[in-house]
């Protein structure tokens, strides 16, 4: 059970260069093949950063038709990150292998070439929807239960840098042995991502893994298979279930709740990005909508339609959201007819507009926001408010809970 974990699955996403028409252009693909791959990879590496989906999507390779409403989940991604002092990334990824070995936990690691690490739970491959039918009426976002297994590995190693915001089934990490590039400057530090081997991480220093990235760590593959060949491999859902998380986890003690906590709130370091940031939260009614709207490379829907609605309710422009989307540059920029007609389903209704008939859209409530996977926890005024109206009980012996809303479909 689970070594098929061990073969990357196709369809899935490759960030870099692709040749379209006569030129090459940057950008995020859904690629069918591992040959597209492949290639996109040769043409990129040292020019510009490669990424890749951790997960793949169902969907069929010849006629690259591909279902992205639901994702084959092979394993779980955490980025450990820190930007005045990476060592303490180091010190956090110790921690996660080490608990990997004790439980054991099939996993692989990697140094991104600049300020942190990525650490991956290897799991049996299963197909779930991206949105889970918890009861009749009600649905949750897949990535809240991701965001749940971030905040109980904090919780319980006491990490400090693990960024819960890229703990989703569809976040992008840097492909192994390519070259890391700022995506603000665009150059090259020279540094190459590099995976790491049970040695590396047990017995050399942060300074030693920095020193040797400057080049690929080759022959990784050949060892690989071998330190996860006798783990115990579990589906997603057989994960949550065997340690009990849930995103309505309750800790012991009663003062000291957390859900899918939020750890390090972000905030921009220069002048210029922190006064855009305070302009930006004084538009924004929640705290978990503009984090997410202002942190994140994809933001999710929930947030987007939040955002929008908050600004039509404003009487903000329509073009003007439309360009404040384009210089974010979210990971989905390009698609400008899909933006601008969703932005005019949201504009053209009410009073004023062609279809004054249909009433305008209501602001998401705060079961809405946290089942949608962005809330950030006890950093938020509103949330103590909002558990209370929950009042949601889980049964923490009744593993046939987690399964339950994990319903695997394929």
């Not at 904090?154 to 890229?166: F, Q, S, W």
């Not at 070259?179 to 540094?191: A, I, L």
């Not at 504009?347 to 946290?370: A, D, E, F, V």
Request: charged residues 25%; aromatic residues 12%.
């Amino acid at each position: 059970m689970g070594t098929d974990a061990l073969t990357p699955a196709f369809p899935r996403s490759i960030y870099g260069l692709r040749e379209v028409g006569n030129k090459m252009v940057e950008g995020q693909w859904m690629v069918a093949k591992a040959e597209e791959a492949v290639q996109i990879v040769a043409r990129s590496n040292g020019k510009c950063s490669v990424f890749t989906s951790h997960n793949s999507y169902p969907g069929h390779g010849d006629d690259k038709i591909v279902d992205v409403k639901r994702v084959r989940i092979h394993k779980m991604f955490f980025d450990l990150d820190h930007k005045e002092k990476p060592e303490n990334a180091f010190v956090d990824l110790v921690k996660l292998y080490q608990l990997a070995e004790e439980e054991r936990w099939p996993w692989e690691a990697s140094y991104s070439g600049a300020k942190g690490f990525h650490f991956f739970i290897k799991l049996d491959p299963a197909i779930y929807p991206i949105d889970l039918k918890v009861q009749d009426d009600e649905t949750i976002d897949l990535r809240a239960y991701y965001m749940a297994v971030a905040a109980w590995l904090t919780r319980k190693l006491g990490l400090r840098t693990i960024d819960t915001m890229v703990a989703q089934p569809k976040a992008v990490h840097r492909i192994w042995n390519t070259k890391h590039f700022n995506k603000k400057t665009g150059k090259s530090n020279g540094r190459y991502c590099i995976p790491l081997t049970p040695r590396m991480i047990e017995d050399w220093t942060f300074e030693e893994i920095v020193d040797s990235s400057y080049k690929p760590n080759e022959g990784f593959a050949a060892i690989k298979q071998e330190w996860n060949e006798d783990k115990d491999w579990f589906t997603f859902a057989e994960f949550l279930a065997e340690y009990h998380i849930h995103p309505y986890m309750r800790s012991d003690d009663e003062s000291n709740f957390e859900l899918l906590m939020l750890s390090d709130y972000l905030q921009p370091e220069n002048a210029k990005d922190k006064a855009n940031w305070e302009w930006f939260k004084r538009q924004m009614p929640d705290p978990c909508v503009h984090n997410s709207m202002y942190n994140m490379k994809n933001p999710p829907h929930v947030a987007r339609f939040a955002s929008a609605v908050a600004w039509r309710g404003a009487g903000v422009d329509m073009l003007w959201v439309d360009q404040f989307y384009q210089q974010k540059k979210y990971a989905d920029v390009h698609r400008h007819a899909q933006r601008r007609a969703n932005l005019r389903s949201i504009w053209n209704r009410g009073p004023g507009s062609t279809r004054p008939h249909l009433p305008l859209y209501r602001y998401p409530s705060c079961k809405k926001l946290y089942l949608g996977g962005i809330c950030i926890g006890p950093a938020c005024p509103k949330f103590n408010r909002y558990l209370q109206e929950v009042n949601h009980e889980v049964q923490r012996d009744d593993k046939g809970k987690w399964l339950e809303d994990l319903k695997i479909v394929a």
